[in-house]
T-cell receptor, first 114, second 109 residues
Framework: IAGITQAPTSQILAAGRRMTLRCTQD?????MYWYRQDLGLGLRLIHY???????GKGEVPDGYSVSRANTDDFPLTLASAVPSQTSVYFC?????????????FGPGTRLTVL | GQNIDQPTEMTATEGAIVQINCTYQ??????LFWYQQHAGEAPTFLSY??LDGLEEKGRFSSFLSRSKGYSYLLLKELQMKDSASYLC??????????WGAGTKLIIKP
C-alpha cells in the first residue's frame, strides 16, 4: 500500500505558466486536502474535498483550483504561477469514519516560481 | 482570529526529557493533534487529545487542558532521531485543522 503519492517531487516554473500538482491516495479516504508550507508559518489550507464531486476553499485559495472527479485523485492547478506561490505543497487525506479523523500526508512537492 | 503558539526552537540533550508547549485560541475545539516532521519530509501523526488529561504512547506523551487552551508534548529518553519539528494543530468548529508554525527540536549528544 503506497498511501499518498504526489508528483512531481520538485519543479521550477516560470512565472505565468500553468502547473498541475498531482495527488493520489489508495486508502479510500473520503476527505482530501491541499496545504502549503512556508518557512516560519504553519501549514495553510488551500482547498479541500470532503468527498468525491465536492470541493471547498481553505484559508489561502486565491490563484489555485482543484477538482475531485473520483475518490483517489485530487489535483491542484496553478492557472498562472506567481513567485509568491513558491512553497512546499502537501496533499493529505483522512478517513472521516475513523475515531480521530487523522490526516495523513503525502511526501510533498517543492515548487519554485521564478 | 485563530491562533496557535509554539516555541520556535528548543535544544535538549540525548537521553533527557523535553516538554514542548502549545497554546491555542480557536473558534471551537474538536481535538488537538501533534505531528512530527523531519527536515524535507512530510508531517507524520504522533498523538491526538480531545479530552483533558494525559495520553501516553511509548516515549511520547501528550497533555491537554481545554479550559486553559493548552497542550504539551513530552518526549522522554531523547534519541538523536527525535531531532525534528513538532507541529501542534487544533480542529476548529468547522472541523478544519489550524496549525502552529512548529517547534524545531535540536538534540545534542
Amino acid at each position: 500500500i503506497a498511501g499518498i503519492t504526489q508528483a512531481p517531487t520538485s519543479q521550477i516554473l516560470a512565472a505565468g505558466r500553468r502547473m498541475t500538482l498531482r495527488c493520489t491516495q489508495d486508502m479510500r479516504h473520503n476527505a482530501m486536502y491541499w496545504y502549503r508550507q512556508d518557512l516560519g508559518l504553519g501549514l495553510r489550507l488551500i482547498h479541500y474535498s470532503n468527498t468525491a464531486g465536492t470541493t471547498g476553499k481553505g484559508e489561502v485559495p486565491d490563484g489555485y483550483s482543484v477538482s475531485r472527479a473520483n475518490t483517489d485523485d485530487f489535483p491542484l492547478t496553478l492557472a498562472s504561477a506567481v513567485p509568491s506561490q513558491t512553497s512546499v505543497y502537501f496533499c493529505a487525506s483522512s478517513d472521516e469514519q475513523g475515531a480521530t479523523d487523522t490526516q495523513y500526508f503525502g511526501p510533498g512537492t517543492r515548487l519554485t516560481v521564478l | 482570529g485563530q491562533n496557535i503558539d509554539q516555541p520556535t526552537e528548543m535544544t535538549a540533550t540525548e537521553g533527557a526529557i523535553v516538554q514542548i508547549n502549545c497554546t491555542y485560541q480557536t473558534s471551537g475545539f474538536n481535538g488537538l493533534f501533534w505531528y512530527q516532521q523531519h527536515a524535507g519530509e512530510a508531517p507524520t501523526f504522533l498523538s491526538y487529545n480531545v479530552l483533558d488529561g494525559l495520553e501516553e504512547k511509548g516515549r511520547f506523551s501528550s497533555f491537554l487542558s481545554r479550559s486553559k487552551g493548552y497542550s504539551y508534548l513530552l518526549l522522554k529518553e531523547l534519541q538523536m532521531k527525535d531531532s525534528a519539528s513538532y507541529l501542534c494543530a487544533v480542529r476548529d468548529s468547522n472541523y478544519q485543522l489550524i496549525w502552529g508554525a512548529g517547534t524545531k527540536l535540536i538534540i545534542k549528544p
